[in-house]
Each structure stands twice: as structure tokens, then as C-alpha cells.
């Protein structure tokens, strides 16, 4: 069998606080194959982004604790020493950042930064590594590179400094590109501009990418498999085919129904989920998701596994309801109709 590039196994990671410990994350597992596209879906405080910097080992917060498997290439990367794990960063793995303009050093020019990240990992003077950084700019559209690669970020509008960040992150061809949010704050049309270069780059550089957003919408565009997380645990995954045609677990159902829909009359508003994401320092007893399910009933008080409960073996969701009666009621949950099973 194929060793997988990415392998994430049981991760679980937890902070101690003054009113209890929170379980940001708890038994996450996934895989990311070369070149694949893995979109990582929820709600803000769903544990999307906890996940993946633990996965680059990003947060050094001394009351964090983290426990699970974190292979990469066969190798667990959560035994490294620091030096060692600096090195994998950037040129092996690397992350764009939720917001560009606090993730970019207001006081050095953008080429400076992309410069830094170059002669870091590589065995390049400053003359070639401007010349690599003027390439990178051209390659993610940036006009007059030559030129604009001495501005400084806050000559950038928001959807070129997301374009300079996504340059910085892919300066050294990296094997796994984490992108997270990187639609936040942007119009819908550089939004859309933003997915299409990640794709395309993608597929120059030969990168496995991870996209982390609270927007179906965004991983319909690229996303080659689909985790949708709620309270920390993934409560179903599946390829991109699967959550949308054939969606299995509620949660999944709301965000579906939250997407506008061009082909079906105007609402008056858009489906929204009752209320508020669970505490994860006193989550509620059972599936995690019962509170707010309108469809919850009395099993709903045990935790349900992540298993597969469909034809399709590698779809797997968290929820007690058969298969036939989540096809017959989630009709009523996504814009009124079912998504074609």
C-alpha cells in the first residue's frame, strides 16, 4: 500500500485554562495524498485552524498539550526537535495565513519577506533570491513585479497581499500548502481569483494543498475530499461528490442549506442553524451536534463513532439516524429540496 504524504492520526489537542481545560480538538484523522485538494470545513471555534497549526506545530502555547500522530512522508514529525521541524516548515510544508495584512511585516518591502524565505531554506545569494521573488509575484499575477516587489504591504490591496502571501509560501516548492481562509475579507470576484490561482498553482508546483473555510461554496471549486468538523471532531467526510450529493450528517445538511442558490427562487433568508456552537469545556452529553439537531432523538444522548454507513466505505459521518431516513428528511433542511442522491 502507498505511503500517504500526510497522515494525521487521533490528534488531540487541548489547552488548560482558569475555567477548565478545552478540548480544541479531539481525535481528528485524515489523509492528504500528492496532489490532492482536502478541504476542512465548520464554523468559526470548530477547531479548523487549531488543527493545522498543531499539524506545523505553529502554536507554542506552554499550557497546550497535544497528543496523536503526525506523519509525514512515514515520518512523525511530532518528535522532531525545533531546528529540525524550522527546516520542514516553509520548504516542505507551508501555510498561508488568514489575514495578509497582519501576517506580512508592515515595515519591510514584500520582496524583502520573500527574500528571507528563499535564502532560509536555500543555497541562493540576495541577487538570485530577488530574481526568484520578482518570478513568484509574476507567477501568482502580480502586475509590474519588477517594480511593485519594493512596495511595502500597505501599497498592496487585500487581494494582492493574499497573492504576495501565497508567493512567499510556495518560494521554495513546498510538498503540502495550507491554506487558511484565504478568502477571508476579499469580494466575491477575488475570492474567486484567489481559488482559481491556488488550483492552477497547485498543479505547477505539484503541491497537496489543505483549505481550511467555513464556506462550502469555496471547496466546491477544488476540493478533491471534504472534512466538515463541528466541536473539534470531524463529523463526516467524504470525496466532494459525496458530502454534496449525498450529504449524511445534519450539521453538513445546514451548512449546505446556508449556500445561495442561483437555480432556485430568491428567499427571503437564507437557512440558518439554531443556535450556538457547544462549550468545549463542558460539551454536551453524546453527539456533540444534539442541542441544535432538529432531528434529534433519544440514542443522540451516547456519542456516535465516525463510521461509514453508506455503499460508498470511505464516506463516513457521525450520526444515529439509518441512511434512508436521512435521505428522506434532509429534503426539508437544504433549501427545501434534496441534493440528487
Not at 39 to 60: A, P, Q, W
Not at 247 to 266: C, V
Not at 301 to 309: I, R
Not at 325 to 340: F, S
Amino acid at each position: 500500500m502507498a505511503e500517504h504524504l500526510l497522515e494525521v492520526k487521533n490528534l488531540k489537542v487541548s489547552f488548560r485554562t482558569e475555567d477548565g481545560v478545552v478540548k480544541a480538538v479531539d481525535g481528528v484523522s485524515f489523509t492528504v495524498d500528492q496532489g490532492e485538494v482536502l478541504g476542512i470545513v465548520g464554523e468559526s471555534g470548530s477547531g479548523k485552524s487549531v488543527t493545522m497549526m498543531s499539524v506545523m506545530r505553529l502554536i507554542n502555547d506552554p499550557n497546550m498539550r497535544v497528543e496523536g500522530e503526525v506523519l509525514y512522508k512515514g515520518r512523525d514529525i511530532m518528535q522532531l526537535d525545533e531546528s529540525r521541524m524550522r527546516e520542514v516548515r516553509g520548504s516542505e510544508m507551508a501555510m498561508i495565513f488568514q489575514d495578509p495584512m497582519t501576517s506580512l511585516n508592515p515595515v519591510y518591502r514584500v520582496g524583502d519577506q520573500i527574500v528571507e524565505a528563499v535564502v532560509t531554506h536555500q543555497t541562493l545569494d540576495k541577487k538570485q533570491a530577488r530574481a526568484r521573488a520578482v518570478d513568484l509575484l509574476k507567477q501568482v499575477g502580480i502586475p509590474h513585479a519588477e517594480s511593485r516587489v519594493d512596495d511595502f504591504p500597505h501599497q498592496f490591496s487585500g487581494g494582492m497581499r493574499q497573492r504576495a502571501m501565497i508567493a512567499m509560501a510556495l518560494a521554495n516548492n513546498p510538498d503540502i500548502l495550507i491554506a487558511d481562509e484565504p478568502t477571508t475579507a476579499l469580494d466575491v470576484t477575488i475570492q474567486a481569483q484567489i481559488i482559481e490561482l491556488i488550483d492552477n498553482l497547485k498543479d505547477d508546483f505539484g503541491s497537496a494543498v489543505v483549505l481550511i473555510t467555513h464556506d462550502l461554496g469555496v471547496v466546491a471549486e477544488i476540493a478533491d475530499t471534504i472534512g466538515v468538523m463541528y466541536a473539534g471532531r470531524v463529523v463526516e467526510f467524504g470525496e466532494k461528490r459525496q458530502i454534496f450529493y449525498d450529504p449524511q450528517h445534519p450539521y453538513t445538511w445546514g451548512l449546505l442549506g446556508s449556500i445561495p442558490r442561483l437555480d432556485r427562487p430568491k428567499l427571503d433568508r437564507l437557512h440558518s442553524i439554531k443556535g450556538m456552537p457547544p462549550s468545549l469545556i463542558n460539551p454536551p452529553q453524546g453527539c456533540k451536534f444534539r442541542p441544535r439537531c432538529p432531528h434529534a432523538f433519544e440514542r443522540c444522548m451516547e456519542e456516535p463513532e465516525l463510521a461509514s454507513h453508506v455503499d460508498d466505505r470511505d464516506h463516513l459521518d457521525r450520526c444515529w439516524l439509518d441512511v434512508d431516513t436521512k435521505r428522506a428528511i434532509r429534503t426539508k433542511t437544504i433549501h427545501g429540496e434534496t441534493a440528487a442522491a
